[in-house]
């Protein structure tokens, strides 16, 4: 998610949701050491230039139109590097049982999609400076050192970042310049079980892979131009938290989709992904990943 508005922020050890997203578009640049962090909902993704949305769209364009390739047909191998500040869970040591409950949240998301997932290693990773990382040197650094695969495999980060941010990604147009960067890096807390309420479903990382994938936040653009560019999302002014039943930004469209995974919503709320999304994952991931 390239939008760092930031969705949780954790304060002496309590969550406070002030929710947000933050995808490798804004991260933050400093590598500031809280030990607690104040979830305030957000995605870090860094949001993709006009100029390279323009190259993505002029690619899309001129792909031959095919169908939607079939529910759970792409396996996407996922690499899992832990990053902790120690051995417990409280320093960020989250439990192999806890992954292999993120893997199938993952699973229950996608299931509409082309898209399935399969855990094919796990490493762990003590060092204090990654631990809370959020951007910049030491992302670099840790990526550089940790990230397996190639394009079409999904290097996953958890750590417990700072700056108040849930998370955030790199887009599949992104690979070809930066491939050692490539992946999602997450607060370890939102895996399911985690303390980062109303983030702790595990949707955290629905949504970060769905930047991997190439999908824009639902409220990309606000109520004019081409928004997300999936013509199946209604229009959304703005980023909702919470889940706001009833909630309609934009005039003269249909109700804002509160419930799609690429809103900045609770994780109870988030449900669905769109047959327009799903489409556009899959070229962008065929085109930009080879898979």
């Known amino acids: ?10 304060v002496l050890g309590a969550v406070m949701a002030v929710t947000g997203c933050s995808s490798s578009e804004q991260q933050p640049a400093g590598e500031q050491q809280p030990t607690q962090q104040i979830v305030q909902g957000g995605c870090a993704t860094v949001e993709l230039s006009a100029e390279e949305k323009a190259q993505v769209e002029q690619v899309l ?3 031959v139109s095919a169908q939607t390739r079939a529910a759970g047909s792409v396996n996407v191998k996922v690499y899992w590097h832990v990053i902790n500040n120690g051995t417990s869970a409280a320093q960020g040591n989250v439990s192999d049982s806890q992954i292999a409950s993120q893997i199938s949240v993952l699973n229950a998301a996608y299931k509409n999609t082309p898209f399935t997932f399969t855990l094919v290693g796990t ?3 003590t060092n204090s400076q990654w631990y809370t990382c959020s951007g910049g040197a030491c992302e670099k650094k840790m990526k550089g050192a940790l990230r ?6 999904l290097n996953v980060y958890s750590n417990n970042m700072g700056q108040g941010l849930l998370g955030w990604a790199t887009f599949p147009s992104s690979y070809a310049k930066q491939p050692s960067l490539d992946g999602v890096v997450i607060l ?17 990382l629905t949504h970060e892979a769905g930047h991997w ?12 131009g081409s928004g997300d560019y999936v013509a199946d999302t209604a229009a959304e002014a703005s980023s909702a938290f919470g889940c706001p039943s009833g909630r309609d930004t934009c005039a003269g469209g249909a109700l804002d989709p509160i419930t799609n995974f690429m809103d900045y ?22 085109q930009y990943r080879g898979i």
């Open 1 to 10: 998610m390239s939008f760092k508005a930031g969705k949780f922020a954790v």
């Open 61 to 63: 364009a001129g792909h």
């Open 123 to 125: 490493d762990r990773t």
């Open 148 to 153: 397996k695969g190639g394009a079409g495999d």
């Open 188 to 204: 370890y807390s939102s895996l399911p079980g985690g303390s980062a309420a109303p983030y702790n479903e595990g949707d955290t």
């Open 213 to 224: 994938f190439g999908a824009y936040h639902t409220f990309q653009g606000g109520c004019t």
């Open 265 to 286: 919503t609770d994780d109870s709320c988030m449900t669905t992904f769109s047959a327009g999304q799903a489409e556009r994952m899959d070229q962008l991931t065929a």
